[in-house]
């Protein structure tokens, strides 16, 4: 190879890699970085909204912030996703309860400001199962969100889903399990999984 080629080929290849990475990366990094929480104006509030979104004290209860680490730890991502697609790039929309509530007609797409109180924002990338952002709607006792983790294929014997039982210990009369800790704040973190809040329109969408 002729050395101008050489340096085209380098320069090519980083051009393709570095254009990517600006669009797709630094240039969405730096302008959703210091993103708020925004209050609703007075006078605009939108109805089955909050006072502020996102708001802490609905979004955020008891330990379901080390319940997000579990989540981050355990590797929940590797299968799940937390981001409701725009419709122009997929069917999230159409697919029962994804978006949230739908028969309130509050099911919406995900915005980046329902990340803002996340310290961590588990956004996955790939669907083995479905995706989580609204899973506090589809699934509302602490029962039902346990007998998932401990054993999914008691709720469907097809599941491709992996059994937590590290995360429950032997009752001390043996009589079936109980949740540790760890299983707790996880659950507490799953039940809160609601990102389907109508945003008021200075956050750039309608409710
Ligand atoms: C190997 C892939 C995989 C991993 C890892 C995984 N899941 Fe799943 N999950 C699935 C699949 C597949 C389903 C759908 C089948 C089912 O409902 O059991 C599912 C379903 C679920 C559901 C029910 C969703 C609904 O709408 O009914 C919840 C909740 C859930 N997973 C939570 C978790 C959590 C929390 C973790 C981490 C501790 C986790 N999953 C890790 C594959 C996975």
């Known amino acids: 190879m002729k050395p101008n080629k050489f340096v085209n080929l380098i320069a090519g290849l980083a051009t393709a890699f ?8 630094i240039i969405p990094f730096v302008r959703q970085s210091d993103s708020v ?36 730890a355990e590797g929940c991502a ?19 309860g994804w978006g949230g509530r739908e028969e309130e007609g509050l099911a919406r797409e995900t915005q980046p400001l329902d990340y803002t109180l996340e310290e961590i924002a588990p956004l996955g990338y790939q669907r083995i199962g479905q995706d989580l952002s609204n899973v506090g709607h589809r699934i509302t006792t602490r029962e039902l969100m346990h007998q998932h983790l401990l054993n999914p294929k008691e709720i469907d014997p097809d599941s491709g889903m992996p059994a937590y039982k590290h995360l429950y210990q032997m009752s001390p009369f043996g009589k079936g399990w109980e949740p540790t800790a760890k299983a707790e704040a996880l659950v507490d973190y799953l039940l809160s999984l609601k990102k389907d809040q109508p945003l008021p329109e200075v956050a750039g969408t309608k409710g």
């Open 37 to 72: 929480p925004i209050h609703y104006p007075e006078g605009q509030e939108v109805e089955g909204g909050v006072a502020a979104y996102p708001d802490a004290t609905l979004y955020r209860f008891g330990s379901s912030d080390f319940g997000a680490q579990v989540y981050a």
């Open 18 to 25: 570095a254009l990517p990475l600006i669009l797709l990366i």
């Open 78 to 96: 590797y299968c799940h996703t937390q981001v409701i697609r725009p419709t122009y790039a997929g069917p999230d929309m159409w697919r029962p």
